[in-house]
């Protein structure tokens, strides 16, 4: 990986059963809004997945199914810095961390459950230290199917 700092956000979804995936603006690796647009329009079966990697600090995951919005941030102490971070507790009506508080995820690590990956192992991918944020989501997409398209689209940016 090159020794600058790789920030990017995607959108995946599933279509005839086949995944797809496409980058997002570099916006919204700042903007919660331009994510929440575009995971509302792209409703498919199976729902819309955004995957952000924040300054090689954390990644935010947000599935949209309908109307129910499911949210995980890797390290809940990245809102402290960052206000994407901070818009994600409060999206999904979790406590502000302390400055003192542990760096854990936070959210719905039920995520996808669904897709066959437990809440157990996404923990234990968050809690990977020896793993940069775009490392993170690599394993967590192979896990739940679309690892080839994801590193391909990465390698690219």
């Known amino acids: 990986m090159a020794e600058e700092t790789l920030e990017f956000a995607l959108l995946s979804w599933r279509d005839d059963g086949q995944w797809r995936i496409s980058q997002?603006?570099?916006?919204?690796?700042?903007?919660?809004?331009?994510?929440?647009?575009?995971?509302?329009?792209?409703?498919?079966?199976?729902?819309?997945?955004?995957?952000?990697?924040?300054?090689?600090?954390?990644?935010?995951?947000?599935?949209?199914?309908?109307?129910?919005m499911q949210m995980v941030l890797s390290d809940v102490m990245a809102a402290?810095?960052?206000?994407?971070?901070?818009?994600?507790?409060?999206?999904?009506?979790?406590?502000?961390?302390?400055?003192?508080?542990?760096?854990?995820?936070?959210?719905?690590?039920?995520?996808?459950?669904?897709?066959?990956?437990d809440p157990m192992e996404l923990q234990m991918i968050c809690d990977d230290d020896d793993l940069y944020p775009d490392e993170q989501l690599e394993v967590i997409t192979r896990r739940i199917g679309f690892g080839d398209i994801y590193s391909e689209l990465v390698e690219n940016l």
């Open 80 to 117: 402290l810095d960052y206000e994407i971070a901070a818009e994600v507790l409060e999206l999904s009506d979790i406590d502000f961390p302390a400055e003192d508080d542990a760096d854990e995820p936070a959210g719905d690590l039920n995520i996808f459950a669904d897709l066959g990956l």
């Open 24 to 68: 997002l603006p570099d916006e919204a690796t700042s903007d919660i809004g331009l994510v929440l647009d575009a995971l509302r329009a792209q409703q498919v079966d199976g729902g819309a997945v955004a995957l952000l990697a924040i300054d090689d600090q954390f990644f935010i995951i947000m599935r949209q199914i309908g109307a129910r």
